[in-house]
């Protein structure tokens, strides 16, 4: 037996990622599972491909997921030999009926972390303020690094005279806009407050693209269609998607159709389960999304948070519970969306695995994220 621990602690030093003693024990258990159930192929692979480890790492947790809902019994196998092409990541046989998965990552788009990396500048820059306030920041989609001086100076001037709670705009030379609003604080410098939306412009269309490009590259991996004997099914990492984007991407992107009485709501026919390549290989993807945890606060930032939540007028517990760490190694909520013209195999699809919830074409996210922007056409 390898010591998975050691081994655990390796690829999260090479990741960059700061693990705790409880990810390091869970990966290391997961790493002793797969060995003894015979994937000990997907350990090398997580040991060895340095630049692709969060892929991979998503790919291991559902091995372990599939491991736990099926006994010894049923052959589960990782790169299963096909003879001709690449194999699909993942081959389970169940009675007479095979299940072939295919794992794609959706990654988060450029553009989020080129705002990611600058939002993190703004952060280090505003502690150089010393001016006891929070704020939150929200930029336009299209800011640069280039406005960064500017905006940091438009901050050291509205953080001492500006409004509390107002919402100041910031615009460059080149109209990239910042939204800042403040806040009290007992600190001694300019912070980034917990609770601050550092949100992005509606980016719908964008993401619903990714998605459709990511499983257009994923359904490449089967050389034949669904049928009961052989269920192909594709399982992607959505932790950085919502379900509106995906709906749109499989079922079609949501409209209105508005008559001279009435609007209804429909889809348009651009989604991924009415191109025959496409929708004859899937019978389902799978959403996969890991369950955010309680994070764990050290005693300095429960002394933070609490300042925060009492000047905010909110009540401490309910402001904590905003504070979920979303680790590495972790349960996951599972959706399937099903492509309706496989609907007769479902309850096969379910002795698989266990679904949180079954989506079809004809339902839809909540209301408020529902995307209304252009009309279907009658």
């Known amino acids: ?39 000990a192929k997907l350990n090398k692979r997580l040991i060895d491909n340095v630049r692709g480890i969060w892929a991979t790492i998503a790919e291991h947790n559902f091995a372990v997921i599939l491991l736990s809902r099926h006994d010894s019994s049923t052959p589960i196998s990782y790169e299963h030999d096909i003879g001709v092409g690449r194999p699909p990541d993942f081959k389970v046989e169940i009675e007479d009926t095979t299940y072939w998965i295919q794992m794609k990552d959706l990654a988060k788009l450029e553009r989020e972390n080129r705002q990611d990396k600058i939002i993190q500048k703004i952060k280090r820059a505003a502690k150089e303020i010393k001016v006891g306030k929070y704020f939150s920041c929200m930029l336009s989609d299209n800011f640069k690094e280039g406005c960064l001086s500017d905006l940091i100076k438009f901050l050291k001037d509205k953080a001492t005279d500006g409004l509390e709670g107002e ?26 407050g917990y609770a601050s939306d550092l949100g992005m412009v509606d980016i719908t269309g964008l993401v619903r693209e990714q998605i459709k490009q990511s499983l257009l590259n994923a359904v490449g991996a089967f050389n034949w269609e669904v049928d009961r004997s052989n269920i192909n099914l594709i399982v992607m990492e959505a932790d950085n998607k919502e379900d509106i984007d995906i709906c749109d991407a499989l079922f079609g992107t949501e409209c209105i159709i508005t008559t001279k009485d009435s609007q209804s709501w429909s889809r348009k026919n651009d989604g991924l389960f009415y191109q025959p390549d496409f929708s004859k290989k899937v019978a389902g993807v799978i959403a996969m999304k890991r369950k955010p945890e309680k994070r764990k606060l050290s005693t300095e930032e429960e002394r933070l948070v609490e300042d925060f939540a009492r000047e905010c007028n909110m009540k401490i517990e309910q402001y904590k519970e905003q504070l979920e760490r979303k680790k590495p190694i972790t349960d996951y909520s599972l959706v399937l969306y099903m492509n309706d013209q496989f609907g007769y195999i479902l309850e096969d699809i379910k002795r698989l695995l266990n679904f949180e919830k079954v989506v079809y074409y004809n339902m839809r996210p909540p209301m408020e994220k529902a995307n209304f922007g252009t009309p279907c056409k009658n």
């Open 1 to 39: 037996m390898e010591n998975y621990p050691e081994i655990a602690s390796k690829i999260f030093t090479t990741s960059g990622y700061d693990a705790s003693e409880e990810d390091l024990k869970r990966l290391a258990d997961n790493m002793a599972l797969l060995e003894k159930r015979g994937l």
């Open 167 to 192: 919402t100041h705009i910031f615009k460059s030379k080149n109209n990239q806009e910042a939204e800042i609003e403040f806040w009290p604080s007992k600190l001694s410098e300019l912070t980034l």
